[in-house]
T-cell receptor
Framework: GENVEQHPSTLSVQEGDSAVIKCTYS??????FPWYKQELGKGPQLIID?????GEKKDQRIAVTLNKTAKHFSLHITETQPEDSAVYFC?????????????FGDGTTLTVKP | NAGVTQTPKFQVLKTGQSMTLQCAQD?????MYWYRQDPGMGLRLIYY???????DKGEVPNGYNVSRLNKREFSLRLESAAPSQTSVYFC?????????????FGEGSRLTVL
């Protein structure tokens, strides 16, 4: 089955700096890569996703890049703000299988220091 | 629009007791899921229901049972709780036909088994 590794497990940055979280996956059949943000005491919430036919996608201060050859994808957050502090999860899945069967990474705890 | 609602939010059980976690969604989604989240780990799929009337095992089904009561409701039952089942449980839903995007999560149920 799919195996997703996520690094780093914790990340601390100063407000205004950039943050990068990286994930690798093992199954070349995976073609959908979402990122979820989980705030304390809440359930995860989708913040951005990318499909395998796209190399990069941006949404305001966040962007995701995908390298299918190397089987890795990354989340980039620019101009970080204290409200970006949360746990971020990557996941890898497939169009053709049930969405909720995606494999999740172990999460990255991002702390943005004011 | 409540989204995905889980009850209870907190529960303490003694080893061997049974309980049911309830989940309901009001988005007319076809697919529903139960995950567990342990410290430092990602979300692991326990059971899912791709559509009303069907249920299937996920990655970690042992010790659990589920019921898809109707399109809205999907419950998770622990028949004889064990300390290893201490975790935070998340219910999620998805539109469920070909992949259309995000999973919607509830706020979680924190279970402690003594």
């Amino acid at each position: 089955g799919e195996n997703v590794e996520q690094h780093p497990s914790t990340l601390s940055v100063q407000e205004g700096d950039s943050a990068v979280i990286k994930c690798t996956y093992s199954d070349s059949a995976s073609n959908y890569f979402p990122w979820y943000k989980q705030e304390l005491g809440k359930g995860p919430q989708l913040i951005i996703d990318i499909r395998s036919n796209v190399g990069e996608k941006k949404d305001q201060r966040i962007a995701v890049t995908l390298n299918k050859t190397a089987k890795h994808f990354s989340l980039h957050i620019t101009e970080t703000q204290p409200e970006d502090s949360a746990v971020y999860f990557c996941a890898a899945g497939s169009y053709n299988t049930n969405a909720g069967k995606s494999t999740f990474g172990d999460g990255t705890t991002l702390t943005v220091k004011p | 629009n409540a989204g995905v609602t889980q009850t209870p939010k907190f529960q303490v059980l003694k080893t061997g007791q049974s309980m049911t976690l309830q989940c309901a969604q009001d988005m007319n989604h076809n697919s529903m899921y139960w995950y567990r989240q342990d410290p430092g780990m990602g979300l692991r799929l326990i059971y899912y229901s791709a559509s009303e009337g069907t249920t299937d095992k996920g990655e970690v089904p042992n010790g659990y049972n589920v019921s898809r009561l109707n399109k809205r409701e999907f419950s998770l039952r622990l028949e004889s709780a064990a300390p290893s089942q201490t975790s935070v449980y998340f219910c999620a839903s998805h539109f469920g036909r070909e992949y259309t995007g995000e999973l919607f999560f509830g706020e979680g149920s924190r279970l402690t088994v003594l």
